[in-house]
């Protein structure tokens, strides 16, 4: 274009026609923008980057839902649980069991000894064992491979009881059953109440539960019982199933009664069965002349 026809324009095109050299040099100069198949490749490695780590942390640290929706395999309860492995399994179990930083605190605790140690069913005698559910059917590795560990409080008042729960016992793979929950608490609370009936002997009368959360297999758990009431020959009790950590699992309330026939029991193999207080190995300190005998009649 000649300059005597530039000098025609009127000057707002002018300013126009440069703007468009202006804009035409720029794109000539300015790389072109990556094609939306490149930025789809982009977009998919990034994806399969976040899945790759997700489901590498997901399978070291599983979230609970997983964890119960898709539990691990697990072999189950050896065969033979007197086989050298099964013993070596129980044996290592019951180290673990004894450093318990939770056991080894309640120990150490001031009012320590205010409360005595017993464990259920370890003098039971093994022809009565063998028929018991807890003591005999679910006895061994991968059940309750465990007798219990009671620490109970010497005026009976309380107990915390130690158990080890494994993978024969689950209803959904990989969680209690929660029947044997209800067992076991049956049997923790039965031994609070029974300790504060008159005969020491109690049926149970009503058991109330609720699950609060899952319990998982594999793990030590606590049960806690604390008497709340002993009216003739009723008494009532609660109890709480936690983790170590102190979670919450199952809580209980429970009324057990002492039966008219009570005295027609075998009073002494149920003291054996639920574990009792370790006699006590102090020595008796005498005064001269102190009659142990106060009642008798001496020649």
Known sequence: ???????????????????????????????????????????????????????????????????????????????????????????DLEAKLQALPLLQKLRSMPDADEWYETRPYQAFPEERRVNNLTAGALRGPGKLALYPLIRAKKDESESVVFLHLGRGVCGHDGIVHGGLLATLLDETLARTAISNLPEKVGVTANLSL????????????????????????????????????????????????????AKLLHSAQLKKAMGEPPKSDEPVLLADGQDLNPKHKHR
Do not use: C, W
Request: aromatic content about 6%.
């Open 1 to 91: 274009m000649s300059t005597s026809l530039l000098g025609r324009l009127p000057a707002h095109r002018l300013v126009l026609r440069a703007t468009r050299l202006n804009r035409v040099r720029l794109s000539s100069t300015t790389p072109p923008a990556p094609s939306s198949f490149r930025r789809s490749l982009v977009a998919l490695a990034a994806a399969v980057g976040i899945a790759a780590t997700a489901g590498t942390l997901g399978a070291m640290f599983p979230p609970p839902p997983i964890a119960i929706l898709f539990p691990r395999a697990a072999p189950g309860p050896p065969a033979d649980p007197f086989s050298p492995e099964s013993i070596a399994f129980t044996e």
């Open 210 to 261: 609720n699950y609060r959360a899952p319990t998982m297999a594999d793990q030590f758990v606590v049960i806690k019982t604390s008497l709340q009431e002993v009216k003739g020959r009723k008494a009532t009790v609660t109890g709480r199933v936690e983790d170590l950590d102190g979670t919450l699992l199952v809580e209980a309330t429970a009324i057990f009664v002492q039966p008219l026939y």
